[in-house]
């Protein structure tokens, strides 16, 4: 078989790519770039160019695929481009594994799940077989401490707040086993969360003692986060959607821990202190 994966270079498309390798399945890697696609293109890996917008380069880039894999940056047109992605999968009669987000719903008071859930919605009305991959935050956000480290503060928003965060290698093995196993998953909802609820002020705490040094947390105002981010560059939309979704950490309903990463993997997901430690390095600098 060979997966499509759309998203090649991000956090968790470069991750499932790696785990398909590993297993020995073939991979073509999807880029807007043909100039990327080229880069991609490596042992087991065939880059491809190919748009969301462009029918026509989608059906070259699905041509004998048994499944593939979309992942978007939220935003207010990824129904139709997933949509569109997924129209193309349905065509090919490929099972379509989509990265969505743990609450995704259209009655949901975050912006990022709303529009996930009209994507979910979409790729339901394109007719072919999907599973959603509904992940909570990631533990590698928390590698962006690093540039605080040796001011020995980490400074962060909602501080206090747990969240079930699961790290990227666990979701990109639930998404393996998803793409792999058409029959077993087509048609669910995969809840992927780490084994237990943490809040940034324990795994600062937890980090300081992983790299043998103080580490003091300062808690900031979400308002204050929000306009540092703009600060950064990031659009004001996005800026007011992390602001949404931290404010619901702050509520404790991020907290659950689902049994579904370890039904499909057959253990609980990696713990936060075991992620900390294998990137000892990059959290050093």
Do not use: C
């Amino acid at each position: 078989m060979t997966v499509l994966v759309a998203g090649a270079t991000g956090t968790t498309g470069s991750a499932i790519v790696r785990h398909l390798r590993a297993a020995g399945v073939p991979v073509r890697a999807m880029s807007r770039s043909a100039d990327k696609a080229t880069m991609l293109t490596g042992p087991g890996v065939e880059g491809v160019s190919a748009s969301f917008d462009d029918a026509e380069s989608l059906a070259r880039a699905f041509a004998g695929v048994s499944a593939a894999y979309v992942v978007s940056v939220s935003s207010l047109d990824m129904a139709a481009t997933e949509g569109s992605f997924a129209r193309a999968a349905a065509a090919a009669q490929a099972h379509l594994v989509k990265l969505s987000v743990i609450g995704a719903s259209t009655d949901a008071p975050l912006r990022f799940a709303v529009h996930h859930a009209e994507s979910e919605a979409a790729i339901e009305d394109a007719g072919g077989t999907w599973t959603f991959l509904q992940p909570n935050g990631f533990m590698q956000n928390d590698l962006a401490w690093a540039a605080q480290i040796p001011s020995g503060t980490v400074a962060g928003p909602v501080m206090d707040a747990p969240w079930s965060i699961v790290d990227v290698d666990d979701v990109a093995a639930v998404a393996v086993a998803a793409l792999t196993s058409r029959e077993s998953f087509a048609g669910q909802r995969v809840l992927v969360t780490g084994p237990e609820a943490r809040t940034p002020r324990d795994r600062v705490t937890a980090l300081a003692a992983i790299l043998g040094r103080e580490l003091a947390v300062v808690d900031l105002p979400i308002d204050a986060v929000k306009e540092q981010l703009r600060g950064y560059g990031l659009s004001p939309w996005y800026a007011d959607g992390l602001g949404e979704l931290f404010a619901l950490y702050a509520t404790g309903q991020a907290a659950a821990v689902a049994p579904d990463v370890e039904r499909v993997l057959g253990s609980p997901g990696r713990r936060w202190e075991d992620f900390a430690a294998a990137h000892t390095a990059d959290f050093s600098g």
